[in-house]
């Protein structure tokens, strides 16, 4: 089965920096798609960012350029970098893994189209 479990979350001010990582196994011999989502008190889950097998990415438009994904080469391990953090970024953010069917690009941040979550890591953004 796929488990995903997160870390890297924490508190800092203002423009600060975090990197997130997810562990991932039960994914090596499957097509899937890895996600970063939040979700804040009170708010839905959105999707921040995601990354397919072949390299292709889709981020949120609040991202703004200040967030990376990346994946290592045995794409058992994600990661979200994080810069120019701001006291909106605070949520638990979770990583996900999606089923193994293809879709276009648009769905890549459709939270009901990842089957596998974490835990969540908590990110607080606070001066």
């Known amino acids: 089965q796929v488990q995903l479990v997160e870390s890297g979350g924490g508190s800092v001010q203002p423009g600060g920096s975090l990197r997130l990582s997810c562990s991932a196994s039960g994914i090596t011999y499957s097509t899937y798609r890895l996600g970063w989502f939040r979700q804040a008190p009170g708010k839905e889950r959105e999707g921040v960012a995601a990354i397919d097998n072949d390299g292709l990415i889709k981020y949120a438009d609040f991202v703004q350029g200040r967030f990376t994904i990346s994946q290592d080469n045995a794409k058992n391990t994600l990661f979200l970098r994080m810069n120019n953090l701001e006291p909106e970024d605070t949520a638990m953010y979770y990583c996900?893994?999606?089923?193994?069917?293809?879709?276009?690009?648009?769905?890549?941040?459709?939270?009901?189209?990842?089957?596998?979550w974490g835990q969540g890591t908590q990110v607080t953004v606070s001066s």
């Open positions: 996900a893994a999606s089923g193994g069917a293809r879709r276009p690009i648009w769905w890549y941040l459709e939270k009901n189209d990842y089957a596998y």
